[in-house]
């Protein structure tokens, strides 16, 4: 009861983005036995890739430490080599090729996307947010467990 109160709560998180911090995480144990993680991170430091890299890298950590390995991660990519790589690669024929597709693509009007929504927005923005949790079958984790061994990311 308290985690999901406690979740709720850290969902509504308000980040001030110009002093931090961007995200909060928190180990809260349950009993002697039982932890959970709570994890808030603002969406301008954590996409969907970002915080699976985040959460891989963790597990990682975890059974090796459970294991009593060595806990150690790759040095993460330089800023400076990422940015080389883009300009080198925005520089080859196949991005040339693909910016001129999506810019003739684009420069057709839009189509009409009048979608229906569940509920009218304020007028004034509103931070209200929920937490959703569920748990999983234990087939599908069992599943999503041999995936990082078959394309060896674990």
């Known amino acids: 009861m308290f985690f999901r109160k406690h979740t709720k709560e850290i969902g509504n998180y308000h980040f001030n983005l110009s002093q931090g911090p961007l995200y909060v995480m928190e180990l809260i144990k349950i009993n002697d036995l039982l932890h959970e993680i709570s994890f808030t ?3 301008i430091i954590f996409d969907g890739w970002s915080i699976g890299l985040m959460l891989e890298e963790l597990s990682e950590l975890y ?12 040095d993460p990519d330089l800023l400076g080599e990422y940015s080389a790589e883009l300009i080198n690669r925005s520089r080859k024929f196949e991005h040339k090729e693909t910016k001129k597709y999506w810019k003739n693509y684009l420069s057709n009007p839009l189509p009409d996307f009048s979608l229906p929504i569940s509920k009218d927005r304020p007028i ?3 931070y209200d ?9 234990k087939e599908i984790v069992k599943q999503i467990k041999k995936h990082p061994q078959r394309r060896r990311l674990v």
Do not use: I
């Open 41 to 43: 991170g603002h969406h």
């Open 63 to 74: 059974s090796k430490s459970v294991q009593s390995l060595e806990m150690e991660l790759p």
């Open 124 to 126: 004034h923005r509103t």
């Open 129 to 137: 947010s929920d937490v959703l949790g569920f748990p999983l079958p």
